[in-house]
């Protein structure tokens, strides 16, 4: 027979799959699960089912005098980002505009984020931001940052 006690240990259950699930997605997806606010104005024609988060993947190659960012943000122009670096950490934001295609009908589905996004990513070496260089290609940007000297690696010789 069908009791309570079962109900509320099936429901307990199903929360801790739901809460291991999200925790496993938060820890792989680490920081690039990135919020997409929407624009508190009339010319904001984003769908209300439009998701509010989405993935930025990225990927960090550290070389000997540089560091090597590559981040994907599909549907952008080269002008639509912002770059700064304050305290080792490189922060990248932008806005993501929808454009409606057709002007009849509805979206039943829309998977993709849209607005004002802010990605920041953590760096383990002084940079020299002067100097960087940034590049955006096929959804892709890339931005390279010279090392400052004292981060260097280097080889020490034994004679």
């Known amino acids: 027979m069908f009791s309570m006690n ?9 929360w801790e799959s739901v809460s291991h699930g999200w925790n496993q997605l938060i820890s792989s997806a680490g ?19 439009s998701p509010r988060w989405g993935l930025m993947s990225a990927e960090l190659f550290d070389d000997d005098d540089k560091v090597v960012i590559r981040l994907e943000v599909p549907g952008l122009m080269a002008d639509d980002f912002n770059i700064t670096v304050i305290d080792n950490v490189v922060r990248i934001s932008g806005e993501k505009r929808f454009e409606r295609e057709e002007t009849k009908g509805e979206y039943h589905f829309l998977e993709r984020a849209y607005g ?12 020299n931001a002067d100097t960087a260089d940034a590049s955006y290609k096929n959804g892709v940007l890339r931005l390279v940052l010279d090392k400052k000297a004292e981060q260097k690696k280097r080889q020490i010789h034994v004679h």
Do not use: C, M, W
């Open 116 to 127: 004002h996004f802010t990605r920041s990513i953590p760096l383990q070496y002084e940079v």
């Open 31 to 49: 920081s690039a699960l990135t919020h997409f606010s929407s624009k508190d104005s009339e010319a904001d024609h984003t769908p209300a089912k």
């Open 6 to 14: 079962n109900l509320s240990d099936s429901l307990n259950r199903g």
